[in-house]
Each structure stands twice: as C-alpha cells, then as structure tokens.
Nanobody, 123 residues
Framework: QVQLVESGGGLVQAGGSLRLSCAAS????????MGWFRRAPGKERALVSA????????YYPDSVKGRFTISRDNAKNTVYLQMNSLKPEDTAVYYC????????????????WGQGTQVTVSS
C-alpha cells in the first residue's frame, strides 16, 4: 500500500482559493490513479476529482467543475488540488485517495486513504 498525507487545508473566505497537497510514500506513486474526496458535516463522502497515473486525464463532478483543478507531480510523489472561487458549501474534510484506475476511484474502490485535512469556507 501507499501511505498518503494531506496538507494545505485551512480557513478561507468565500471567493478565495486554497491548494491542497497529498504526499505519497511506500509503493510506486506512478502506479496509482489518485483522487480527492470530501465529507461535509452530516453528508456522505463525495468524490471531487480524480486523475490518471500519467496526469493525462482528469475527472470532476459538476459541483466543482471549472473551480477545482487536480494535478500531480510523479517526481515529487505528490498530488494537488487547486480550489478557486470557494463557496461555503465546499466546507468539508478533504481526503486524498489512491487506486488502480480512475474508474475504481469513481466506484469508491480505494487502495489507500489519507487522514484528511479540514477546509472551512466562511461566508
């Protein structure tokens, strides 16, 4: 398994930006597709983005499309989530996840999870 550690969460005003990072260790990072999920208070965990092992393809649900950008640097074993135009409804704990393919991430078939980082967007 790969071990994942998120960072970059915090408190931001609506309309602001944050960049989350997820550092991987253990197994070969480029073997994995990567994703970001979030869990808002009282809600189920939801996928917000995913990226193939090469970075060549990405996925976003409509709720974040055009505002969030996922990227990865395989040389640094790190995946990023750039979040712009943040809204109060983006408030959640954000989790990094690794799986074999983006299809598996979209199905919730996850090999490894990070511990999560809190993002709070104030109105």
């Amino acid at each position: 398994q790969v071990q994942l550690v998120e960072s970059g969460g915090g408190l931001v005003q609506a309309g602001g930006s944050l960049r989350l990072s997820c550092a991987a260790s253990g197994r070969t990072f480029s073997d994995y597709a990567m994703g970001w999920f979030r869990r808002a208070p009282g809600k189920e965990r939801a996928l917000v983005s995913a990226i193939t092992w090469s970075g060549g393809n990405t996925y976003y649900p409509d709720s974040v499309k055009g505002r969030f950008t996922i990227s990865r640097d395989n040389a640094k074993n790190t995946v990023y989530l750039q979040m712009n135009s943040l809204k109060p409804e983006d408030t959640a704990v954000y989790y990094c996840a690794a799986a074999g393919t983006v299809a598996e991430i979209r199905r919730g078939v996850i090999d490894s999870w990070g511990q999560g980082t809190q993002v709070t967007v104030s109105s």
